[in-house]
Nanobody, 125 residues
Framework: QVRLVESGGGLVPAGGSLRLSCAAS????????LGWFRQAPGKEREFGAA????????YYADSVQGRFTVSTDYAKTTVYLQMNGLKPEDTGVYYC??????????????????WGQGTQVTVSS
């Protein structure tokens, strides 16, 4: 069982920045990869970025590469998503997700991860 609690969403103008946080708790947390997904209004949830809680290695969707940065704190229990150069199309509910690295590492299609409650990000034009 993995518990995930997101924070940091809000309203920001286009071109602005925002940082999301995801506090994770579980046994053997080092075995997991944490990812950020977003769901825009009327669209399916899509992968954004992920970080290994063992190695801190990362990978990204093409749509956010170069603008978003995913990282962990020293203890590797909190994951951050720094979002720069935000665009109106980045608007949506952002979810933190966790699954075993052995299942999902390198994939952008996570079948059945643990999910956080989500946090709203709105980018105004």
């Amino acid at each position: 069982q993995v518990r995930l609690v997101e924070s940091g969403g809000g309203l920001v103008p286009a071109g602005g920045s925002l940082r999301l946080s995801c506090a994770a708790s579980a046994r053997n947390l080092y075995m997991y990869t944490l990812g950020w997904f977003r769901q825009a209004p009327g669209k399916e949830r899509e992968f954004g970025a992920a970080v290994s809680l063992s190695t801190a290695n990362t990978y990204y969707a093409d749509s956010v590469q170069g603008r978003f940065t995913v990282s962990t704190d020293y203890a590797k229990t909190t994951v951050y998503l720094q979002m720069n150069g935000l665009k109106p199309e980045d608007t949506g509910v952002y979810y933190c997700a966790a699954d075993l690295s052995s299942k999902v590492w390198g994939s952008k299609d996570w079948a059945d991860p643990y999910w956080g409650q989500g946090t709203q990000v709105t980018v105004s034009s």
